[in-house]
């Protein structure tokens, strides 16, 4: 089963900036589409920056302060970001969607924490 491992978390102060990485364990066939959510105590998991096919989202939230990209030769995802805000404490899940040519596969990380104090 492949796994996606994160790394790049941690305690920040607010401005300050961090970049996640997410590499995948096992063998992808074709990426259908990378992503990240996040989730705050309290809240639901939210989706916050994707690339697809059709272009890159983001959630207003994090829009013009984060970005998304990717390195298609190591199929690794990373997420840049920038003015971190106190409110953007939560624990971060990347994810791979993988096409098989059979189905979609969706592969996750296992969360990485990130903190960011006043």
């Known amino acids: 089963q492949v796994r996606m491992a994160e790394s790049g978390g941690g305690s920040v102060q607010a401005g300050d900036f961090l970049r996640l990485s997410c590499v995948p364990t096992g063998r992808i066939f074709s990426v259908y589409s990378v992503g990240w959510y996040r989730q705050a105590p309290g809240y639901s998991r939210e989706k916050i920056a994707e690339i697809t096919s059709e272009g890159v989202y983001y959630e207003a939230s994090v829009k013009g302060r984060f970005t998304i990209s990717r390195d298609n030769a190591k199929n690794t995802v990373y997420l840049q970001m920038n003015s971190l805000k106190p409110e953007d404490t939560a624990v971060y899940y990347c994810?791979?969607?993988?096409?098989?040519?059979?189905?979609?596969?969706?592969?996750w990380g296992q969360g990485i924490q990130v903190t960011v104090s006043s």
């Open positions: 994810y791979l969607k993988d096409n098989d040519f059979t189905k979609i596969n969706t592969y």
